[in-house]
């Protein structure tokens, strides 16, 4: 079956670490997005690619990086520069300029800094 | 500028109970989509419903509707006879077309979380 993986589905990373989340897709989708949830707050938008090696920013991207090597994978670091990295990351996918179709979201994983 | 307000932080209702979960949005577009997902415990979003600008005819499917108003920019949805498995929070979405063509990005509204008592 077609989908979006992620992850792990929860990581613990040290203060000063970075860490990188995993995302995959065999759906065929051309777009791939890095949303982060915090309770109360809905989805914000970190990093969005619409082809392969080319991203954009987001409404958050500071302290993040992502890269888009192949059509199927777009992980998402998160680095030591983001103050306040504890919250749950939801990966996406999308055909190309598809506003009229929604996204197909992968199941999220759970970061927490100890 | 574009925006999903969802007002209702928390609702709650004993299974059985209607319920409906209200969604305002705010665009300069006259070409849009508005779409609501689910998220059960377990994380993952679960599209329910698209519906794009043009068409203002409410939708039922099952004990889920939809009702669209362009006139007061309002995309609610109803549970009928809701049930235990409806608890999860619900998310109401904004694309514009203005910005799909090169960004084709939804813009949520912060949620609703409904809990259903059995």
């Known amino acids: 079956d077609g989908g979006i993986t992620q992850s792990p589905k929860y990581l613990f990373r040290k203060e000063g670490q970075n860490v990188t989340l995993s995302c995959e897709q065999n759906?065929?989708?051309?777009?791939m997005y890095w949303y982060r949830q915090d309770p109360g707050q809905g989805l914000r938008l970190i990093y969005y690619?619409?082809?392969?090696?080319?991203?954009q920013k987001g409404d958050i991207a500071e302290g993040y990086s992502v890269s888009r090597e192949k059509k199927e994978s777009f992980p998402l670091t998160v680095t030591s520069a983001q103050k306040n990295p504890t919250a749950f990351y939801l990966c996406?996918?999308?055909?190309?300029?598809?506003?009229?179709?929604?996204?197909?979201f992968g199941s999220g994983t759970r970061l927490t800094v100890v | 500028a574009q925006k999903v307000t969802q007002a209702q932080t928390e609702i709650s209702v004993v299974e059985k109970e209607d319920v409906t979960l209200d969604c305002v949005y705010e665009?300069?577009?006259?070409?849009?989509?508005l779409f609501w997902y689910k998220q059960p415990p377990s994380g993952e979003l679960v599209f329910l419903i698209r519906r794009n600008s043009f068409d203002e005819q409410n939708e039922i499917s099952g004990r889920y509707s939809w009702n669209f108003q362009k006139s007061t920019s309002s995309f609610n949805f109803t549970i009928t006879a809701s049930q235990v498995v409806d608890s999860a929070v619900y998310f109401c979405a904004l694309s514009e077309e203005e910005y799909g063509g090169s960004q084709g990005n939804l813009i949520f509204g912060k949620g609703t979380k409904l809990s259903v008592k059995p």
């Open positions: 759906l065929n989708h051309d777009a």
């Open positions: 996406a996918s999308s055909l190309p300029g598809a506003y009229y179709d929604g996204y197909t």
């Open positions: 665009t300069r577009d006259t070409t849009y989509y």
């Open positions: 690619s619409q082809i392969v090696n080319d991203f």
